[in-house]
């Protein structure tokens, strides 16, 4: 686990070769109380040891704290020693487990521009690569150049494999999803004796049911079951969440403003700490109301997932730029509201998936979700209607689902919330070969 | 007659109904307060639009805008 005495010894190089040492320590302790940090030096026989506490401000004047033969930082639990190697082993031998590692203290350098040497040096390299690659057979090359490719399987929609959610162990349990749509099929059979709780915000219209099919094909993204009744594969992210079904578009799929913020408002006081939305205007400017709400949903907890939009027409190159890349509309492209684009099952970017909107601060991509061919629930076969119980569709509206599945994931798994639960998501997102402001941080990933 | 979106500053947040009857006195037919997230949603006529934009602890007024999602047998939703 450790090197011995002899792979301690520090090497000293010349800039362009391998990094430069000071011959110094730099020691991290597993714990920073300080007291215990002097007596694991001290009983090493290391004996001037300055701290940073002796300074004000613990302002460390490096020259005087370098004389002695180690400086303590005091707020860091790190230590840089003078030692000889042999003292260091008797150091971590003396206190076992005290010590997490041992480093070289490194000298940083400004990062300049390379010289001709090294220049030279890098067009050689690069020269004498590339014909050993030329030289072997074409088919390796391309083998060595295949992309992500996936497809729904008997087991899991391509969607959940991308995102890792059919390797999750993670279920979205205690964690509440409010998905605000045109509100869910509740006697979808997939989705008997789940906690489902329903409020319809549509003027006229008492219940939440729903009478287009969008509303329940992102409900199953977002919580869909883990093993359908029926045997189909899985489509679900969050299997055990609680549901919060708030109809705020008709079943004609139309709704004002007036209706989605009172569905927010709901959500709020339900403190459900999701809240998608599959659904937007084309606007390209932000709306100080959905930004403010947005700010106080995740002041209150709540994180607010939305469609960046439709309005690309990548497939037509002829098209002026703002009509082939399209634009993040209303609420996505507030900055308190994450914008989720869609990608298809190569982890391109969809033909339709809007791209940020420049030069509007927040109207950007946040991150990226299976969007092309998305396998969900749909409405019920009824008799008045040609429909189905599952359907796959393409658009932003089925990437958002995926984000706020798998954000209820990482909620459950980290107990993390808001801006926090942002900027995990963010973080540990795929990042792809593509533009930002066509897929943000890149691909939503669920926790492991 | 025009749907209007009022939101109301941080400051008013916890005297939002005191924000509504001040709106409603002023011409704003009030249709929800939303106290959760700060909004107060209505009509207001045209003539009065502005009269709003004056009353403390109101931060905007924005138009109400309708979202339309294509019709179900679409391949892109």
Not at chain 1, 85 to 95: E, L
Not at chain 1, 316 to 329: A, D, E, I, K
């Amino acid at each position: 686990m450790f090197p011995d005495d002899q792979e301690l010894v520090p090497a000293v190089t010349s800039p362009g070769g391998t990094a430069e040492t000071t011959g110094r320590w730099v020691v991290t302790f597993a714990d920073e109380d300080e007291a215990d940090l002097e007596a694991t030096l001290r009983g090493a026989g290391v004996s001037h040891v300055a701290s940073s506490r002796d300074f004000a401000e613990q302002a460390l004047d490096v020259g005087q704290a370098q004389a002695g033969d180690a400086v303590v930082l005091a707020e860091l639990g790190v230590a840089v020693v003078s030692a000889e190697p042999a003292q260091v082993t008797a150091m971590r031998a003396a206190a076992p487990g005290a010590i997490l590692s041992v480093e070289p203290e490194y000298v940083h350098h400004i990062l300049s521009l390379p010289g001709i040497d090294y220049l030279r040096g890098y067009q050689d390299g690069v020269t004498d690569l590339s014909s050993r690659l030329l030289a072997s057979a074409r088919a390796d090359l391309a083998a060595a150049e295949v992309a992500q490719v996936f497809q729904d399987t008997p087991q899991f929609t391509w969607g959940l494999q991308a995102s890792g959610v059919s390797s999750s162990p993670f279920t979205g349990e205690g964690i509440k999803v409010a998905v605000l749509d045109t509100g869910f099929t509740f006697n979808h059979p997939d989705f008997a004796g789940r906690n489902i709780t329903a409020q319809s915000f549509v003027p006229g219209v008492a219940t939440a049911d729903d009478g287009h099919g969008h509303g329940t094909h992102c409900v199953g993204t977002a919580c869909g079951p883990k093993a359908p009744a029926s045997g189909v594969r899985r489509y679900g992210c969050a299997h055990e969440a609680d549901i919060f079904v708030g109809k705020v578009l008709s079943d004609q799929g139309s709704g004002a403003d007036t209706g989605i913020l009172a569905g927010i408002n709901w959500a709020v006081a339900n403190r459900t700490e999701v809240i998608s939305m599959s659904l937007g205007a084309d606007v390209p400017q932000v709306s100080q109301a959905y930004q403010q709400v947005g700010r106080r949903a995740l002041n209150r907890g709540c994180l607010i997932v939305a469609a960046a939009g439709n309005n690309a027409h990548r497939d037509q190159p002829s098209l002026p730029p703002q009509q082939q890349f399209g634009f993040v509309g209303i609420p996505a492209n507030s900055p308190s509201i994450m914008a989720v684009a869609a990608l298809d099952n190569l982890l391109n970017i969809g033909f339709f998936s809007a791209r940020s909107l420049p030069g509007v601060r927040g109207g950007s991509v946040d991150i990226a979700a299976p969007g092309v061919g998305v396998f969900s629930s749909w409405n019920q076969p009824r008799p008045e209607q040609s429909s189905q119980m599952y359907r796959s569709i393409s658009g932003t509206s089925m990437a958002t689902p995926h984000v706020s599945g798998i954000a209820a994931l990482w909620c459950q798994a980290r107990a993390r919330k808001a801006r926090d639960l942002w900027a995990t998501l963010t973080q540990r997102a795929q990042r792809l070969q593509l533009p930002s402001v066509d897929v943000g941080s890149g691909l939503v990933q669920a926790p492991q | 007659m025009a749907g209007v979106t009022v939101t109301v500053d941080d400051t008013h947040l916890d005297k939002i109904e005191e924000v509504a009857a001040h709106l409603r006195r002023s011409g704003m037919h009030v249709d929800q307060v939303l106290s959760e997230i700060g909004v107060i949603s209505g009509s207001v006529p045209d003539d009065r639009r502005q009269l709003l934009h004056t009353v403390t602890g109101v931060q905007s007024v924005e138009d109400t805008a309708t979202v339309q999602l294509p019709p179900p047998e679409s391949p892109v939703q």
